[in-house]
């Protein structure tokens, strides 16, 4: 059979020269970077590790690529910014990824894949949490005097008909609800939820875990849980006091606050009527809801501006001044959005278009792997430099999306990037930092 013509596009003449582009390059990837994958997967041992954690059913003498490739050909697919498995049919030929994976002939087919992922279960996704906890764990080099957990909820649209699919009101759509904990910018939970739920739903559950495991490592370690509105129950408040865990949670604003806090509104309000400049004052009173077994301490923010009373609560066991519980504490929760953001928008954590449930339990937590992995690149790498706080999504575009030559021969596999490429110092920079310890 003949071969097809190679496609050819021309464009605008350049200094006299004809200009075409055509698809007969040989061995080129536009994803040299993924050898930073490599190279950050073998310092933290994270392939190998979630490897052990699985169970793999299949005949080893079946099997043409091993578990650990197949985690590896996922976790850097997407980290290089492919969200679905139907990618991996032409990627699975790319010679850059073969390489990181660890192979020199062509990876798993999007079948194999596809199977590989719908063989979880409850018991996969207990063990790989287990996995995000100790690679955390691994990442303190000095024991911490305290550690603040930040808990939070996020939706997750469906696709179809799938198992746990309820509506939500509040985002007035079907969808789950995936909890998420982050300690800093690191990642220790990711659980997917149905949505029918209220948001502090196995909150209290994981929490107490994580006490426990943390302090295993760590007795002496105080530990904070930063959360909004949605977790404030009293029952996790109690149990935060009897097992000496500190909080910082946000109160919904209600009738009895408001009338309790009236005299700090009222100041608040008479003060911007004669300066006529926003005002922004901090108050601590005590308050108990119907619900709760006693009176505990409230933060007050008296705010009042052109657009009206804004007055917002917390709830907390602390004793330090309440401005600074607010402005420099409590405030600084707001980060952990960017990092859910990274996880939805960069590493397509919504993508679990599976039918069954556990499936995408397991597709949000190779995502959240695959975040892990990123992170330790901009933490162990790139402190320091100029993508010091770059989001994912900046690293993947300026570190991994690089055009090279491949050349492969029995002795030697070459990347030949190209001369023009501007980050040539930082990449060398990054590969040297991310050497195994």
């Given at each position: 059979?003949?071969?097809?013509?190679?496609?050819?596009?021309?464009?605008?003449?350049?200094?006299r020269?004809?200009?075409?582009?055509?698809?007969d390059?040989?061995?080129?990837?536009?994803d040299?970077g993924?050898?930073?994958?490599?190279?950050?997967?073998?310092?933290?041992?994270l392939?190998m590790?979630v490897?052990?954690?699985?169970?793999?059913?299949?005949?080893r003498?079946?099997?043409?690529?091993?578990?650990?490739?197949?985690?590896r050909?996922?976790?850097?697919?997407?980290?290089?910014?492919y969200?679905?498995?139907?990618?991996?049919h032409?990627?699975?030929?790319?010679?850059?990824?073969?390489?990181?994976?660890?192979?020199?002939?062509?990876?798993?087919?999007?079948s194999?894949?596809?199977?590989?992922?719908?063989?979880?279960?409850r018991?996969t996704?207990?063990?790989?949490?287990?996995?995000?906890?100790e690679?955390?764990?691994?990442?303190?080099r000095?024991?911490?005097?305290?550690?603040?957990?930040?808990f939070?909820a996020?939706?997750?649209?469906?696709?179809?008909?799938?198992?746990?699919?309820?509506?939500?009101?509040?985002?007035?759509?079907?969808?789950?609800?995936?909890?998420?904990?982050?300690?800093g910018?690191?990642?220790?939970v990711?659980?997917?939820?149905?949505?029918?739920?209220?948001?502090?739903?196995?909150?209290w559950?994981i929490?107490?875990?994580?006490?426990?495991?943390?302090?295993?490592?760590?007795?002496?370690?105080?530990?904070?849980?930063?959360?909004?509105s949605?977790f404030?129950?009293w029952?996790?408040?109690?149990?935060?006091?009897?097992h000496?865990?500190d909080?910082?949670?946000?109160?919904?604003?209600?009738?009895?606050?408001?009338?309790?806090?009236?005299?700090?509104?009222?100041?608040?309000?008479?003060?911007?009527?004669?300066?006529?400049?926003?005002?922004?004052?901090?108050?601590?009173?005590?308050?108990?809801?119907?619900?709760?077994d006693?009176?505990?301490?409230?933060?007050?923010?008296?705010?009042?501006?052109?657009?009206?009373?804004?007055?917002?609560?917390?709830?907390?066991?602390?004793?330090?001044?309440?401005?600074?519980?607010?402005?420099?504490?409590y405030?600084?929760?707001?980060?952990?959005?960017?990092?859910?953001?990274?996880?939805?928008l960069?590493?397509?954590?919504?993508?679990?278009?599976?039918?069954?449930?556990?499936?995408?339990?397991?597709?949000?937590?190779?995502?959240?792997?695959?975040?892990?992995?990123?992170?330790a690149?901009?933490?162990l790498?790139l402190?320091?430099?100029?993508l010091?706080?770059?989001y994912?999504?900046?690293?993947?575009?300026k570190?991994?999306?690089?055009?090279?030559?491949?050349?492969?021969n029995?002795?030697?596999?070459?990347?030949?990037?190209?001369?023009?490429?501007?980050?040539?110092?930082?990449?060398?920079?990054?590969?040297?930092?991310?050497?195994?310890a």
């Amino acid at each position: 059979m003949t071969e097809c013509t190679q496609e050819s596009c021309d464009f605008p003449v350049c200094k006299r020269r004809r200009v075409e582009a055509t698809f007969d390059g040989g061995d080129i990837t536009s994803d040299a970077g993924v050898l930073l994958l490599q190279q950050a997967d073998r310092r933290l041992g994270l392939s190998m590790a979630v490897a052990k954690a699985l169970h793999d059913p299949r005949r080893r003498a079946s099997c043409a690529h091993g578990l650990d490739s197949l985690i590896r050909q996922r976790l850097f697919g997407l980290a290089l910014g492919y969200e679905d498995l139907n990618d991996h049919h032409t990627l699975r030929h790319d010679l850059a990824l073969q390489t990181a994976v660890g192979q020199d002939n062509v990876l798993a087919s999007a079948s194999t894949l596809c199977r590989w992922e719908n063989r979880t279960d409850r018991a996969t996704a207990w063990r790989l949490h287990e996995v995000l906890v100790e690679q955390f764990i691994a990442s303190v080099r000095r024991a911490p005097k305290r550690l603040i957990l930040d808990f939070d909820a996020t939706e997750d649209a469906v696709h179809g008909q799938q198992e746990g699919r309820f509506f939500h009101g509040y985002y007035d759509h079907y969808c789950f609800l995936p909890l998420y904990v982050f300690c800093g910018k690191q990642l220790l939970v990711s659980y997917l939820r149905p949505s029918k739920i209220i948001g502090a739903k196995h909150a209290w559950a994981i929490l107490a875990l994580l006490v426990k495991r943390l302090r295993q490592t760590w007795p002496k370690v105080r530990i904070l849980l930063r959360a909004d509105s949605g977790f404030c129950r009293w029952k996790m408040l109690r149990w935060c006091e009897r097992h000496s865990v500190d909080y910082l949670i946000g109160i919904a604003t209600n009738k009895r606050l408001d009338a309790q806090a009236k005299p700090f509104i009222d100041a608040a309000e008479q003060h911007f009527q004669r300066t006529g400049r926003k005002q922004r004052r901090f108050h601590v009173m005590y308050y108990a809801a119907r619900t709760w077994d006693r009176r505990r301490r409230i933060i007050v923010k008296a705010e009042h501006t052109t657009q009206g009373s804004n007055p917002r609560y917390l709830v907390t066991n602390l004793k330090a001044q309440a401005q600074y519980l607010y402005d420099q504490l409590y405030c600084a929760r707001g980060e952990m959005e960017n990092r859910i953001k990274e996880q939805q928008l960069d590493l397509f954590a919504d993508r679990t278009s599976c039918h069954a449930w556990w499936p995408n339990q397991f597709r949000l937590l190779l995502s959240s792997l695959a975040y892990t992995l990123l992170e330790a690149i901009r933490r162990l790498a790139l402190d320091g430099t100029e993508l010091a706080n770059a989001y994912v999504g900046t690293i993947r575009l300026k570190l991994l999306k690089i055009g090279a030559v491949i050349t492969r021969n029995t002795r030697r596999i070459r990347f030949l990037l190209s001369s023009a490429y501007p980050y040539q110092r930082l990449f060398a920079h990054v590969a040297a930092r991310l050497q195994p310890a």
